[in-house]
Antibody, heavy 120, light 103 residues
């Protein structure tokens, strides 16, 4: 069965960096676009970034552009999100999700999420 | 950028009730409109994609319709496990959510 498992969250000071990982299994990872979506405590869902199958295309929300970098390793069935210059407003649960048809169509499988807390 | 609005923002309903949630997009991008369910403490779950297609394994009491900028999500007969928050999504934008709780 499809599984997505995020890791790497934690407490980081403002201005700091963190790298999130998402381990995929149960499907051919290299056949799908992948996405990061976040949810601030008690708030709604915010799309963060997506990456194409071969990493040729990436896209970012304006709120993270220039600070976050998405990447993937198809040989390791893994998705990553490198976050830098973190701000308090980046505090959220970060979910990785499979993009059904690519380019932010629909997200048919989600991980359980990893919590990132940005605080001094 | 697309702006999505949902109404109502919350509602109280009883088991067996018919529940309808609407989602309005700021522009007609002719892209698929999707609906997700999120139970407390859990990841969102895709219920409806491409406006009206039922995701595999999702009960048929859930349905979606609409076109252009106006979309509707319906639960025909609310079940205890359906008390949750529902989000619409189009491309990079999610609606603000509709919380369905017990009357």
């Amino acid at each position: 069965q499809v599984q997505l498992v995020e890791s790497g969250g934690g407490l980081v000071k403002p201005g700091g960096s963190l790298r999130l990982s998402c381990a995929a299994s149960g499907f051919t990872f290299s056949d799908y676009y992948m996405t990061w979506i976040r949810q601030a405590p008690g708030k709604g869902l915010e799309w963060v970034s997506y990456i194409s199958i071969s990493s040729s295309y990436t896209n970012y929300a304006d709120s993270v552009k220039g600070r976050f970098t998405i990447s993937r390793d198809n040989a390791k069935n893994s998705l990553y999100l490198q976050m830098s210059s973190l701000r308090a407003e980046d505090t959220a649960i970060y979910y990785c999700a499979r993009d059904r048809e690519g380019g932010a169509t629909s997200f048919d499988y989600w991980g359980q999420g990893t919590l990132v807390t940005v605080s001094s | 950028d697309i702006q999505m609005t949902q109404s109502p923002s919350s509602l109280s309903a009883s088991v067996g009730d018919r529940v309808t949630i609407t989602c309005q997009a700021s522009q007609d991008f002719s892209n698929s409109l999707n609906w997700y369910q999120q139970r407390p403490g859990k990841a969102p779950k895709l219920l409806i994609y491409d406006t009206s297609k039922l995701e595999a394994g999702v009960p048929s009491r859930f349905s979606g319709s609409g076109s252009g900028t106006h979309f509707t999500f319906t639960i025909s007969s609310l079940q205890p496990e359906d008390f949750a928050t529902y989000y619409c999504q189009q491309v990079f934008t999610f609606g603000p959510g509709t919380k369905v709780d017990i009357k």
